[in-house]
C-alpha cells in the first residue's frame, strides 16, 4: 500500500513523508492576525491543517499542532513600517489593543469549532513570548546577522545570504529582490539594503504596544515571532511547518532565515527550522485574491448569516467546510454563489445517502452477489486512504464518496429482497465510510439538529432586529429587558461597529 506523499515547498515536489522521531509529530501553522473577522480565506487554510492534523492522527502519529495567534508586531501592508493592524483597530473602535485581540481571537474560535475543526494542542500569542524574541533577536545580533539602529534591529539579508541561501523557500533570487525594492527604501534610512526586515522595532510615541528591550521601548518584528515559538515548542528542527500560500514569501523565507541565524553557524548545519513546508493556495472572487487588505472579504459569520451584498443567502459552516474540501489544496478556489449553492446540493446529497447507508439492515438477507457492486465497496477505504496519501486529496476522496452512492441507494430500495452484496463486505464498507465522513474530512450529519439551528438563527436575527429598533427609539428597558432574558438562557449579545453578533455560551 502506498504511503502518505506530501508536496513540499522547500524542495517543489512531493517527498514521502518521514518524521524525524516517528510517531511524534510535529507541526507548526501559522494563525491568525487578530484584529478582526475571520473570512474565507482563514477558513482554508484552518481547514487544510485540521485535514493533515485528522489524518496524521488517524495513522497513529502522535501530533503536536501549535497555531499562533498574532496579537502584536503584524503592521498594516505587512510591512515594517505604518501602523499596527491590532492598534489600528484598536484606535477605530475606541478599545485597549488586547479587548481587540482577545474579541476578534473569541470570534476566530467560535467560527473554526462551528466548522467542526479539532483545536491544536497548543496555541501560542506573540504577546506572551517576547522576552524570547528578544533572546533571539541578541543571538542573531551576536552572530552577525543583524544590526542595531535608532533603537530597532534589522535582519541583514546580503550578510545572511554570504553564508546561506536566502531565497531557497520562495525559488527567489537575492538580486531580484533588491532590485525589485528598491522603492520601498526611499526615506527609510535606517536599513542598509532593501531586503532587510525588522526584528525589533523602536515603538513611536504613540504606539501603545511596547516592551523594555536592550534597545529602548520597542515592539518585535512580525516574522520572529513564529521562528520564537515553533522552536520552543517543536525544537530547533520539526516536521511540518505550514500556512497560506500568500505567507511565503516574506514571512516563511524570514522564518527560515531567523532560524538558520540565531541556531547555528555553518551553513552546512542549516535547518531549515521544518523537515516539510506545506502551503494551501488563495481563495479567490473574480480571480482575485480574498483578504480584508484588498477589502473583498466576506466574513464567515457574514457566510454563516448570509448578511452581505455579494451573497444570494446563508450558507452553514459545515457548507463551507465542503465547499473548501472540493477543491485540492494547492489549487486556487474562486468564490462564488453558483459555486456554493452547488456544494451545498452535493453536501445534502452526501448527507442523504450517509441517511440510508445508515438505515440499511443488511442481517439475514439472501445474498446474491453483484461483482460489480462488491467491488465498489471492496476498495472503498483503499482507494480513499490511495487519495489522501497522494498528498490530501480531498477531492478525489469526495468523488470517490459519491462514487459509491449508486451502489448504497440500489441496497437501500432493495431491503426486504435479494441483498447483492456480502454482508461482511457492507459492514466494512459502512464502518469506512463513517470513517472517511466524520474523522479524515471531519463532516458532519446534517440532521433535523442541523434544521433547528437554521430557524434558532432566524429567530435571533428577529430578536437582534428588534432590540436594535428598541434602541434606536431609546426605549433602554426595552433593549434591555432582551439582553437581560437572553442572558439568562446563556445566549450572549456582542455589540460591534458592524452591528450585533450573538453566540451561545456553554
Known amino acids: 500500500?502506498?504511503?502518505?506523499?506530501?508536496?513540499?515547498?522547500?524542495?517543489?515536489?512531493?517527498?514521502?513523508?518521514?518524521?524525524?522521531?516517528?510517531?511524534?509529530?510535529g507541526m507548526y501553522v501559522c494563525g491568525p492576525t487578530v484584529y478582526g473577522n475571520a473570512h474565507l480565506g482563514h477558513a482554508r487554510s484552518a481547514i487544510t491543517f485540521d485535514i493533515v492534523y485528522r489524518y496524521l492522527l488517524d495513522q497513529g502519529y502522535k501530533v503536536r499542532y501549535v497555531r499562533n495567534i498574532t496579537d502584536v508586531g503584524h503592521l498594516v501592508n505587512d510591512a515594517d513600517e505604518g501602523e499596527?493592524?491590532?492598534?489600528?483597530?484598536?484606535?477605530?473602535?475606541?478599545?485597549?489593543?488586547?479587548?481587540?485581540?482577545?474579541?476578534?481571537?473569541?470570534?476566530?474560535?467560535?467560527?473554526?469549532?462551528?466548522?467542526?475543526?479539532?483545536?491544536?494542542?497548543?496555541?501560542?500569542?506573540?504577546?506572551?513570548?517576547?522576552?524570547?524574541?528578544?533572546?533571539?533577536?541578541?543571538?542573531?545580533?551576536?552572530h552577525g546577522f543583524a544590526?542595531?539602529?535608532?533603537?530597532?534591529?534589522?535582519?541583514?539579508?546580503p550578510k545572511y545570504h554570504e553564508k546561506f541561501q536566502y531565497g531557497k523557500l520562495s525559488g527567489r533570487d537575492l538580486e531580484q529582490i533588491l532590485a525589485g525594492s528598491r522603492s520601498d527604501l526611499e526615506g527609510l534610512s535606517e536599513k542598509r539594503h532593501p531586503a532587510d526586515f525588522a526584528l525589533w522595532k523602536k515603538a513611536s510615541p504613540n504606539h501603545i504596544m511596547r516592551w523594555n528591550s536592550p534597545w529602548g521601548e520597542g515592539f518585535p518584528g512580525w516574522h520572529i515571532e513564529c521562528t520564537v515559538m515553533s522552536t520552543k515548542y517543536l525544537g530547533p528542527k520539526y516536521d511540518i511547518h505550514g500556512g497560506g500560500m500568500d505567507l511565503l514569501f516574506p514571512h516563511h523565507e524570514a522564518e527560515i532565515?531567523?532560524?538558520?541565524?540565531?541556531?547555528?553557524?555553518?551553513?552546512?548545519?542549516?535547518?531549515?527550522?521544518?523537515?516539510?513546508?506545506?502551503?494551501?493556495?488563495?481563495?479567490?472572487?473574480?480571480?482575485?485574491?480574498?483578504?480584508?487588505?484588498?477589502?473583498?472579504?466576506?466574513?464567515?459569520?457574514?457566510?454563516?448569516?448570509?448578511?452581505?451584498p455579494l451573497l444570494a443567502q446563508a450558507y452553514s459552516p459545515l457548507v463551507i467546510r465542503f465547499f473548501i474540501l472540493q477543491a485540492h489544496y494547492r489549487?486556487?478556489?474562486?468564490?462564488?454563489?453558483?459555486?456554493?449553492?452547488?456544494?451545498?446540493?452535493?453536501?445534502?446529497?452526501?448527507?442523504?445517502?450517509?441517511?440510508?447507508?445508515?438505515?440499511?439492515?443488511?442481517?439475514?438477507?439472501?445474498v446474491a452477489v453483484n461483482e460489480a457492486f462488491e467491488q465498489n465497496l471492496r476498495t472503498f477505504l483503499d482507494d480513499c486512504r490511495a487519495y489522501m496519501n497522494d498528498d490530501f486529496n480531498t477531492a478525489r476522496v469526495i468523488a470517490r464518496m459519491f462514487d459509491a452512492l449508486p451502489v448504497v441507494n440500489q441496497l437501500y430500495k432493495a431491503q426486504g429482497k435479494t441483498f447483492?452484496?456480502?454482508?461482511?463486505?457492507?459492514?466494512?464498507?459502512?464502518?469506512?465510510?463513517?470513517?472517511?465522513?466524520?474523522d479524515?474530512?471531519?463532516?458532519?450529519?446534517?440532521?433535523?439538529?442541523?434544521?433547528?439551528?437554521?430557524?434558532?438563527?432566524?429567530?435571533?436575527?428577529?430578536?437582534?432586529?428588534?432590540?436594535?429598533?428598541?434602541?434606536?427609539?431609546?426605549?433602554?428597558?426595552?433593549?434591555?429587558?432582551?439582553?437581560?432574558?437572553?442572558?439568562?438562557?446563556?445566549?450572549?449579545?456582542?455589540?460591534?461597529?458592524?452591528g450585533t453578533d450573538w453566540y451561545y455560551e456553554k
Not at 348 to 359: A, T
Not at 427 to 438: G, I, P
Open 331 to 366: 489549487s486556487t478556489l474562486d468564490f462564488s454563489n453558483t459555486a456554493l449553492q452547488a456544494s451545498e446540493k452535493a453536501y445534502k446529497r452526501l448527507n442523504e445517502g450517509l441517511k440510508r447507508l445508515d438505515g440499511i439492515q443488511p442481517e439475514g438477507k439472501v
Open 257 to 308: 532565515a531567523q532560524s538558520n541565524a540565531c541556531n547555528c553557524h555553518q551553513p552546512e548545519n542549516m535547518q531549515d527550522e521544518a523537515k516539510y513546508w506545506l502551503h494551501n493556495n488563495m481563495i479567490t472572487y473574480e480571480g482575485q485574491k480574498m483578504g480584508k487588505s484588498l477589502g473583498n472579504a466576506i466574513s464567515l459569520e457574514e457566510f454563516f448569516s448570509g448578511n452581505h
Open 84 to 142: 499596527s493592524k491590532v492598534e489600528k483597530q484598536a484606535r477605530l473602535e475606541q478599545l485597549e489593543p488586547m479587548e481587540v485581540a482577545q474579541r476578534y481571537y473569541n470570534a476566530y474560535t467560535r467560527d473554526m469549532d462551528a466548522m467542526n475543526l479539532l483545536r491544536p494542542g497548543i496555541e501560542p500569542r506573540a504577546t506572551g513570548h517576547i522576552p524570547e524574541q528578544i533572546e533571539a533577536v541578541q543571538k542573531i545580533l551576536e
Open 147 to 157: 544590526y542595531e539602529v535608532n533603537g530597532s534591529v534589522y535582519f541583514d539579508v
Open 1 to 25: 500500500m502506498d504511503k502518505l506523499s506530501v508536496y513540499n515547498s522547500l524542495t517543489r515536489k512531493k517527498e514521502l513523508f518521514e518524521p524525524l522521531n516517528p510517531p511524534f509529530v
Open 420 to 438: 447483492a452484496v456480502e454482508q461482511e463486505t457492507f459492514r466494512q464498507f459502512r464502518q469506512a465510510f463513517h470513517k472517511v465522513f466524520y
Open 440 to 498: 479524515w474530512l471531519g463532516l458532519k450529519a446534517e440532521t433535523e439538529e442541523g434544521q433547528q439551528h437554521e430557524v434558532i438563527d432566524g429567530l435571533m436575527k428577529i430578536i437582534i432586529d428588534i432590540r436594535a429598533e428598541a434602541r434606536k427609539a431609546k426605549n433602554w428597558a426595552l433593549s434591555d429587558k432582551i439582553r437581560d432574558e437572553l442572558s439568562a438562557l446563556n445566549i450572549k449579545l456582542e455589540d460591534t461597529p458592524n
